[in-house]
């Protein structure tokens, strides 16, 4: 891993989701791999994302919390969201930090991004981005061919099985309160054997 660190990589994010939606008319990117729910919490949770001490409020990947580490590593990295409040959010905080001068942000979506950007990447990090978007198969193949031959992708998600349920809904949202409430759709978990069926099919193993 550690011969990566001074290449490219793109860190996708995306959004968390809720099981309600009010207004969706302001989506500024269409995707197939987006849940709208989690785009709108994501715009109404923007201005909130980092306390006032430069930490996250909430363990949540995205506003730079992957990308702006791996920046300071030495990579060259693109980080990429659906939702433009977030990169909103990502550029204004990395500007408190001149060593980011590395690190860019797009306002994309990932099938997008790969389209025009086809082995491109080192390294794609999808981290905790399955659980809340849909179409798995779609977002992973995307991934894959934005990957440059013998790249690695690193991947994390919640599993949908019982004790994902019970590990990051029942404790971290309603008894320690670490995600917001509401923030994960259980049905948009995904299982290990998925993740490596869609990985087969995109040929990366």
């Known amino acids: 891993m550690e011969q990566y660190l001074k290449r490219s990589a793109i860190v996708v994010a995306v959004l968390?989701?809720?099981?309600?939606?009010n207004n969706l008319s302001n989506m500024a990117v269409e995707s197939v791999t987006i849940d709208k729910c989690d785009n709108e919490f994501f715009t109404r949770e923007a201005?909130?994302?980092w306390a006032a001490d430069g930490q996250f409020k909430h363990l949540r990947a995205l506003g730079g919390f992957v990308s702006e580490p791996l920046a300071r590593k030495g990579c060259t990295v693109v980080g990429i969201d659906v939702n433009e409040s977030m990169i909103e959010v990502a550029k204004n905080h990395a500007k408190f930090d001149s060593s980011l001068v590395d690190l860019s942000y797009h306002l994309e979506s990932i099938e997008e991004h790969s389209e025009k950007n086809e082995e491109q990447y080192d390294v794609v990090v999808l981290a905790f981005v399955l659980q809340h978007?849909?179409?798995?198969?779609?977002?992973?193949?995307?991934?894959?061919?934005?990957?440059?031959?013998?790249?690695i992708i690193i991947l994390s998600a919640a599993n949908r099985t019982v004790a994902g349920w019970f590990s990051v809904i029942l404790l971290g949202?309603?008894?320690?309160?670490?995600?917001?409430?509401?923030?994960?759709?259980w049905r948009l978990f995904i299982k290990p054997e998925e993740v490596e069926t869609y990985l087969s099919e995109s040929k990366l193993v």
């Open 173 to 185: 949202e309603l008894v320690y309160g670490y995600v917001p409430r509401g923030s994960h759709n």
């Open 47 to 49: 201005e909130d994302w």
């Open 16 to 21: 968390i989701a809720i099981s309600y939606c």
């Open 133 to 151: 978007s849909i179409n798995h198969d779609i977002l992973i193949s995307s991934c894959v061919k934005a990957l440059k031959p013998g790249g």
